[in-house]
């Protein structure tokens, strides 16, 4: 994957790169929709009122961090936390919620928190930055894959199999790096493409002995998977689940 991410940023065509992504996993290449989805980006200020403090922050965030059109930034208050992560929750729906910057430091599952202290005086605006410049990186292969793909439309293939990757980080408990994701993309968006236009599947060596093995992280592909087939109204053939599986399972790393 790191090195799919390294031709990637040497200018090498996508062809090549998807070729690098696979590599790894012992598969030959052969040569060779509805785009309504996609998400804004979102990133969350956070205070007990919603008003004072977090629209400042929501300010200092959009004059520092994002001159972007594409990502949005909103206050919320937190006097009641189950009812925050509820909204937070719902508004998943139609955003991709990038991190909450909050006055209260505290534990929130699946969104990346940077306490308004650390934003302020310490190393947040970098951190922030970072998570920002991802997500723009993210966008760039969609629109990238817009251009080598035929079936289906490459920044609607992004968005979704982010946020299967999302799903997949929650439930299985790991992290993903940048460049790991970067090239799951890449792998997702044209394995989509190859189903879409009937091509072969390839054969995955020993698949039920590989999923007897890895029965847990298979069944969550799996069933976040069906997400994809119902968007894309196809069918993803266990041994295209394999090999999504193994480049998870194969690169992951653990949450703390």
Do not use: W
């Not at 937070?88 to 991709?96: E, I, P, Q, S, V």
């Amino acid at each position: 994957m790191i090195e799919a991410c390294r031709k990637a940023a040497l200018g090498r065509e996508l062809s090549e790169i998807y070729r690098a992504c696979l590599s790894s996993l012992g598969r030959h290449v052969e040569s060779g929709n509805d785009p309504s989805h996609s998400r804004t980006d979102l990133i969350i200020t956070a205070c007990f009122t919603g008003e004072g403090a977090s629209e400042r922050l929501r300010k200092i965030v959009e004059a520092q961090i994002v001159d972007i059109p594409e990502i949005e930034v909103r206050s919320l208050n937190i006097l009641n936390r189950k009812e925050f992560i509820k909204n937070l929750d719902a508004l998943r729906t139609d955003y991709r919620i990038l991190a909450v910057v909050s006055t209260i430091d505290m534990v929130i599952d699946h969104y990346p928190l940077i306490p308004a202290v650390e934003l302020l005086g310490g190393g947040g605006l970098e951190r922030l930055q970072t998570i920002v410049n991802e997500e723009m990186a993210y966008r760039q292969i969609g629109l990238s894959l817009k251009n080598h793909l035929h079936k289906v439309d490459g920044e609607e293939a992004v968005d979704r199999a982010l946020a299967f990757l999302s799903e997949v980080e929650e439930n299985m408990e790991i992290h993903i790096e940048h460049d790991v994701k970067t090239g799951i993309l890449l792998h997702m968006g044209f394995m989509l493409d190859r189903i879409m236009s009937g091509e072969q599947i390839r054969s995955f060596d020993n698949l039920q002995d590989y999923k007897k093995t890895f029965e847990n992280p298979f069944k969550i592909v799996r069933e976040g998977l069906k997400k994809l087939e119902e968007a894309f109204k196809t069918q993803i053939d266990e041994h295209e689940v394999a090999y999504v599986t193994r480049m998870i399972v194969e690169n992951e790393s653990k949450t703390v």
